[in-house]
């Protein structure tokens, strides 16, 4: 069974702060993405990542997938109060071929 | 819009009872998922439809659920004699067919579920 490790599970902090929230697995995956969920709505998808070490950047967030393909990083700088949700990570391929493995999600809150 | 919706948006039952929960998937996508989400958790896969294939049902946790999907678009998940632990959120997503997109799917808002 693939799993994958998200910590930490909850995150508050003020805005402008910075913050990294990891997705650790003993696997590896074809790919991994990031979704955010906000409360009352499904996940909504922000990257995917495929690369060996490929960094991908969306406006202050940044994505890192790592070298072998068993864990990436979400960092977010000078978080905001819009940044608030439910950020969840997903991978991709392996045993579970058609299949997302989901972390168990970061519940992160942005006082203003 | 084109998203992917489901019915009803929220659901109280009473322990004992059936209940049905509706997804319309985005026209074309091939395939269709089924998740449980408990408050502010993660996603616990539920089952998965991929075109004409049998579906893996190896998520479902127990016999009490089920699902079908008609005409490769619609899909219903059953939950026979509700117990007060099936109270969660259950999401469907679709995606397009398998080798354009990396298993990115696509959410809908979901339907709360509330055994009483």
């Known amino acids: 069974t693939q799993l994958l490790e998200q910590s930490p599970q909850f995150l508050s902090i003020q805005e402008g702060e910075n913050l990294t929230v990891y997705c650790n697995s003993s696997s590896v995956f074809s790919s991994l993405q990031w979704y955010r969920q906000e409360p009352g709505e499904g996940p909504v998808l922000l990257v995917t990542?495929?690369?060996?070490?490929e960094v991908k950047k969306l406006k202050r967030l940044t994505f890192q997938f790592g070298d072998a393909r068993k864990d990436s990083s979400l960092h977010i700088t000078a978080a905001q109060p819009g940044d608030t949700g439910l950020y969840l990570c997903?991978?991709?391929?392996?045993?579970?071929?058609?299949?997302?493995?989901f972390g168990q999600g970061t519940i992160l809150t942005v006082h203003p | 819009g084109a998203g992917v919706s489901q019915s009803p948006s929220n659901k109280v039952t009473e322990k004992g009872k059936d209940v049905e929960l509706r997804c319309d998937p985005i026209?074309?996508?091939?395939?269709l998922y089924w998740y449980r989400q408990s408050l502010g958790q993660g996603l616990e896969f539920l089952i998965y439809f991929q075109g004409n294939s049998a579906p893996d049902k190896s998520g479902l946790p127990s016999d009490r659920f089920s699902a079908e999907r008609t005409g490769g678009s619609v899909s219903t998940l059953t939950i026979q004699r509700t117990q007060q632990e099936d109270s969660a959120v259950y999401l469907c997503?679709?995606?397009?067919?398998?080798?354009?997109?990396?298993?990115?799917?696509?959410f809908g808002p979901g339907t709360r579920l509330t055994v009483l």
């Open positions: 997503a679709s995606r397009p067919r398998l080798g354009g997109s990396y298993n990115e799917q696509f």
């Open positions: 990542v495929v690369t060996g070490g």
């Open positions: 026209s074309g996508h091939t395939a």
């Open positions: 997903a991978g991709a391929g392996g045993t579970s071929y058609g299949k997302l493995t």
